[in-house]
């Protein structure tokens, strides 16, 4: 390779890419979410999912989680510059291997097509907390809760059963036991 | 029930009671308020830039040379995108700034009015924080949570965009909280385990070097006090970044000069070789670190920094101590002299075979040129400069390219807080609003701009603020007719493709600065230099001085990028011999 002619080095750090869940907890307020979101793509940190909602109306909270991959420095910075915004509170990062911990994600398949292909998109849902929100002669739209993993494998399943239309969260994450993340 | 004021009296106020003395700005439509109400506060003096940009680099120039934040006061619109550069330039090198912004009034914001553009929305990632001030009932507490945020922890600028409705509306006032915390974002909880470990480390390190940074110098002059009374309590040899000039005394033995892309000879070579590297107050930055993985490999490192995501972002050290230098410093000083375990003595011995080395380096005298008789050298007009002003109190702004390095290189700073440069973002055009400031913070020393003919022409219309206000600034043109800098790189790189580098038709400096009001004053051979530079001196007033330098000068020497410190190219004869002409080797 030719030697590139730059006033800057080459990249020469390769590392590992891990997976990790940010829980960031904000104050609820305008522009907010663009701070954090602005962040990582001002930085070139990638946003696999997101997932924000308020969750204390008389602090204003709000808990945005993340799904981001990025060498294990990377994700020190993450972290650290999370932190950093003024309307960030607290900031918790698991690793998606993280046993302690429960990810989820809830997806919306819509399946039209005949009746067999629809029980058998039903039946193919069944170890993922299925919950039927609507039916018609022709469609049905199923609700299911699981891995990000396995919704996208329930999406490719499903293609050929007739799924026509997916919506997603974007997964969210909480500690298992009683222990509260501080 | 107490009395109500208007957002503009509120923006007042809090000025008035944050003990601002000074306001950089220029009035447009959506600010109108607020310049309203400037003559009823005659403890806060309003200065007129020419443009908004020079009214950000003046603010960051009185920052750094006063270490109060500075304030700037822009209309909507294209007074705030006008502003964006020197706030981009402030966060990069953590100048606290408070940026006031008017806005289009709440009810037109969105609709593409007149003068509107989404100032928060541009300013976020050039801000610690920014806010848009919705509710006069907010508009007290958010300026001064501005201050609050700009001014503690690692400084840097922020920014309060107020609608035009806002600074008629009116609400109560309340004076800034004290003791209030600031989310917690101000990070100064190091432990003694920290300070003992760093005692360890001096007690045991045979090459060690310190290296420090801006840090040292926004931790305000008690740090470099307490730098100063370190680094000669342990003995170990310093080097400094860009920013943190000044900080240790230039013209000291222990220092060996700056360090980086155009570092010192025996500053690279000493980071290179050390065992025990001293990080305080700086950010391995790019210009300093070179290529990554080859960088100090010897080392143990330590990071001293406010700011606890500059740990380990480039380059993984041994031990962060987060806090701030000053207070590290002095608890370390505090723990070694109270040990009294002979540490002071037994490690100058330890290190004296270090210091044979690095004076070994020195013999090379990087940063030698070769003078001559007939064209006046760049570097030697820094160091006639620097030799008839020492004896002064003297105040040093540059812009951005050679003329900068070489001022870094030839001019010795002794004091924290002389030297404003714009490191980070490299910004052409800031020396001259700089000096600006920096003159309204220090009305009777001597400020001078070391400037480059191309970069003093992007912000030379502030020469019109300094005869104004009779700031006797002095704008030190190294005219060389080229952006040498990167003249320099298409030299070295581009096979000598002078792309677009040369200026055709720059202006007549002295007749520019008579255009100004100002005096303008030519010097094209080295004879007649030092009585020029002298008449620039006593001369009360602004002064554009047209130095008419050798144009193809290089800064040397120069650590290629993607090179490790130890292979520096000192001058052009070296360069001939090996690394630039070598095919294989060319540089990245």
């Given at each position: ?15 590992k890419l891990d997976t990790h869940i940010f829980v960031v907890w904000v104050d609820n307020e305008?522009?907010v979410l663009?701070r954090v979101v602005?962040l990582f793509?001002?930085?070139?940190y990638n946003i696999e999912s997101l997932a924000v909602a308020e969750v204390d109306a008389t602090k204003n909270i709000s808990r945005i989680t993340i799904v981001t991959t990025g060498t294990p420095q990377v994700i020190d910075q993450i972290k650290l510059q999370l932190k950093k915004l003024v309307p960030v509170h607290k900031v918790a990062d698991f690793k998606r291997e993280d046993k302690k911990v429960i990810f989820k994600e809830m997806a ?19 170890s993922y907390n299925?919950v ?11 609700q299911i809760t699981a891995l990000r993993r396995e919704i ?16 997603r969260t974007g997964a969210i994450a909480m500690t298992r036991g009683a222990e509260v993340f501080k | ?180 915390k600031s989310n917690g974002k101000s990070h100064n909880k190091f432990s003694?385990s920290d ?113 606890p995501s500059?740990i380990n ?7 962060a101590?987060v ?266």
């Open positions: 390779m030719a030697s590139p002619k730059s006033a800057y080095s080459i990249p020469t750090k390769k590392g305008a522009g663009a602005g793509s001002g930085r070139g919306l398949l819509k399946i039209v097509g005949e009746k067999k292909k629809i029980e058998k998109s039903l039946k193919a849902c069944r299925p039927i929100l609507d039916k018609s002669n022709k469609s049905v739209v199923i996208d494998k329930m999406s490719k399943k499903l293609k050929a059963l007739g799924l026509t239309s997916t919506s | 029930m107490s009395k109500l004021y208007s957002g503009a009296e509120i923006v007042f106020k809090c000025l008035e009671d944050q003990d601002v003395e000074f306001i950089f700005g220029y009035p447009g439509g959506a600010v109108l308020p607020i310049y309203d109400e400037l003559k009823n506060h005659s403890s806060i003096k309003h200065i007129l830039v020419r443009h908004e940009q020079g009214a950000g680099h003046a603010a960051e120039g009185y920052a750094r040379s006063s270490g109060k934040p500075g304030i700037v006061l822009v209309t909507s619109g294209p007074g705030a995108t006008n502003v964006v550069t020197a706030l981009t330039d402030a966060y990069m090198d953590s100048v606290p700034l408070i940026c006031i912004s008017g806005q289009v009034p709440t009810h037109l914001i969105g609709t593409d009015a007149f003068q509107e553009c989404d100032t928060t929305g541009i300013t976020r990632p050039c801000t610690k924080h920014n806010w848009l001030v919705k509710d006069i009932k907010d508009l007290p507490k958010i300026l001064h949570e501005a201050f609050e945020v700009a001014t503690t922890g690692r400084p840097g600028p922020v920014l309060v965009d107020i609608p035009k409705d806002i600074q008629f509306a009116k609400t109560n006032y309340s004076k800034p909280k004290k003791t209030k003694q300070i003992n470990e760093l005692i360890n480390l001096i007690s045991k390190a045979k090459k060690p070097v310190i290296y420090t940074g801006g840090g040292v110098i926004n931790s305000g002059p008690k740090a470099s006090e307490a730098l100063r009374e370190f680094v000669r309590l342990i003995g170990f040899p310093i080097t400094s970044t860009l920013q943190g000039l000044g900080a240790f005394p230039g013209d000291d033995n222990q220092f060996i000069g700056m360090l980086g892309m155009h570092g010192t000879y025996e500053a690279n070579n000493a980071m290179h070789d050390c065992d025990l590297l001293i990080n305080i107050g700086a950010r391995f930055d790019d210009r300093i670190t070179g290529k990554i993985d080859e960088f100090s490999p010897k080392s143990k490192k330590v990071h001293i920094d406010i700011d500059s972002k480039i380059i993984k050290v041994d031990l101590i806090g701030d230098v000053n207070e590290v410093i002095r608890s370390t000083i505090k723990k070694i002299n109270k040990k009294q375990n002979g540490i002071k003595v037994s490690n100058k011995q330890k290190i004296s075979k270090w210091w044979e080395q690095i004076q070994k380096w020195r013999t090379k005298d990087s940063l030698g040129f070769v003078n001559s008789d007939e064209t006046i050298k760049p570097q030697h007009a820094v160091q006639r400069l620097y030799e008839l002003t020492k004896t002064q109190d003297t105040f040093i702004t540059t812009e951005v390219g050679q003329h900068q390095m070489w001022a870094a290189q030839h001019y010795k700073f002794n004091k924290p807080n002389r030297w404003m440069t714009s490191g980070g973002l490299g910004t052409m055009g800031y020396g001259l609003p700089a000096a600006v400031g920096v003159q309204i913070a220090h009305p009777d020393k001597i400020v001078i701009d070391i400037a480059g003919e191309a970069s003093v022409l992007m912000t030379i219309q502030e020469m019109s603020t300094a005869v104004q206000y009779n700031l006797p600034i002095k704008i030190f043109v190294l005219n060389n007719q080229y952006m040498g800098m990167v003249r320099q790189w298409q030299e070295l790189l581009h096979e000598k493709n002078y792309s677009e580098s040369y200026s055709e038709a720059l202006p007549d400096f002295v007749k520019l600065a008579e255009a100004y009001g100002c005096k303008g004053i030519k010097a094209s051979n080295p004879e007649e230099l030092d009585e020029k530079i002298k008449e620039m001196i006593n001369h009360n007033g602004p002064v554009i001085f047209d130095c008419q330098v050798d144009p193809n000068e290089n800064c040397f020497p120069m650590i290629p990028s993607g090179k490790p410190h130890n292979q520096m190219i000192l001058g052009p004869n070296d360069k001939a011999e090996n690394k630039i002409t070598g095919k294989g080797k060319a540089l990245v």
